[in-house]
């Protein structure tokens, strides 16, 4: 256990319970950091628990010394035997709004609906690799089965809210779609592109095409390797390519295994998890996304606020963020061919980069400002913890 400050002590602020897998390095506990930090202090109290546990860096990125971080190192398997931890925790801390966060926390609504929790909110951001479509029927059914005890969902895409509705049957007034907001403060444009610290990359003339995330399957950075190796050799005539991925996990060792395969190795850094995303951002100038599903990805907003053109795959939300021919590209999953050219097109052509890049940074000012998303979940909050709210 982890704890900044304490939700123990007497307090009349409502507290909001985020209970989700891990709360380490990603999209969606970076949404969760937003939140918090963001969301006016005098009206709520906030607690995160992890099944699995609070990495304590990543603990660091929230700013409110009133949070506290609760790990339960859960064994794998279904989450049962943790039924009766989590009930006393409920009863102890008396949490007026828990809020899980996709199917890994889903079935904790259990405990907390028997331990007399006011308001149980559920947030869908995406599908991980088994089930990358959200068409596996047994998921379907999980969700449909502990739905009873959730108040609201949170679709944090038209897909998704689509899915609940659609596949898993949820009715559609128990349903509220939030996208996610980027703080357009913290990542801005560079006037000129910067030189990250430990960076191979000095020559002003190379175009640099980057990512950022987890190396794990479902955002399939190896694919996003053989597009730039596709890419070196097409592009014999245009300006130097480099590529720069930022982020660590289970899938690092066969990244450098594909790297050493399609012979890229001199012209890709392997940048290891990295606490400035920002500074990556400004140091890149095409931002590629080569993800097999997605909810609403962070990252995507993240480079769009930088002024960068983005090159996604078309899966699960991109397309409601990145507008083909606007602001970026769109190309099928696992297909390196497609997102080679797509790359190819913006690393010949500055002047594509600096149109599509400026008006990402204008889509991402007028439709998913930060201050946004906070209200929006404050009201929902808000309107469960009023008398006729959480039904």
Not at 259 to 269: K, N, V
Not at 304 to 327: K, R
């Amino acid at each position: 256990m982890i704890v900044q400050g304490s939700v123990r002590e007497a307090d009349d602020r409502p507290l909001v319970m985020h209970l989700l897998y891990s709360f380490d390095v990603g999209g969606l506990e970076n949404g969760v950091v937003n939140l918090i930090n963001h969301m006016p202090a005098e009206r709520f109290r906030h607690a995160v628990v992890a099944l699995a546990q609070c990495a304590p860096v990543f603990c660091q990125r929230v700013k409110r010394m009133d949070v506290e971080f609760i790990s339960l190192h859960k064994p794998p398997g279904h989450g049962i035997k943790l039924y009766p931890r989590l009930y006393r925790l409920f009863r102890q801390l008396h949490p007026a709004i828990v809020h899980t966060r996709n199917l890994a926390a889903l079935e904790f609504a259990v405990p907390a609906f028997v331990a007399g929790v006011p308001a149980r909110v559920h947030g869908e951001h995406g599908w991980d690799a088994s089930d990358p479509g959200g068409l596996l029927r047994k998921y379907q059914l999980l969700r449909s089965a502990y739905s009873p005890f959730v108040n609201r969902y949170v679709a944090l895409s038209g897909q998704i809210e689509s899915y609940l509705t659609d596949r898993v049957g949820i009715a559609a007034q128990r349903v509220e779609r939030i996208c996610n907001g980027v703080d357009t403060q913290r990542f801005q444009p560079a006037l000129v592109r910067e030189t990250l610290a430990g960076s191979p990359f000095a020559d002003p003339s190379a175009v640099i095409v980057g990512t950022v995330g987890r190396l794990q399957t479902v955002k399939d950075q190896v694919s996003l390797v053989r597009a730039v190796a596709i890419a070196r050799k097409q592009g014999v005539d245009g300006p130097a390519l480099r590529l720069l991925i930022a982020g660590d996990g289970p899938q690092r060792a066969e990244v450098e295994s594909e790297i050493r395969a399609t012979g890229i190795a001199d012209i890709t850094w392997l940048a290891g998890e990295r606490s400035d995303v920002p500074e990556v951002m400004r140091a890149i100038d095409v931002f590629a996304l080569p993800s097999r599903a997605e909810g609403i990805s962070n990252t995507i907003l993240e480079a769009m606020a930088s002024g960068l053109p983005v090159v996604a795959t078309d899966v699960g939300g991109n397309a409601e963020l990145v507008v083909a021919g606007q602001t970026g590209a769109l190309v099928p999953a696992e297909n390196p061919d497609a997102m080679a050219q797509a790359l190819l097109r913006y690393t010949s052509d500055a002047a594509l980069r600096q149109e599509h890049g400026a008006s990402g940074r204008q889509r991402v000012e007028q439709n998913f400002s930060i201050d946004n998303m906070v209200t929006r979940y404050t009201q929902l909050y808000e309107s469960l913890l009023r008398p006729t709210g959480a039904r």
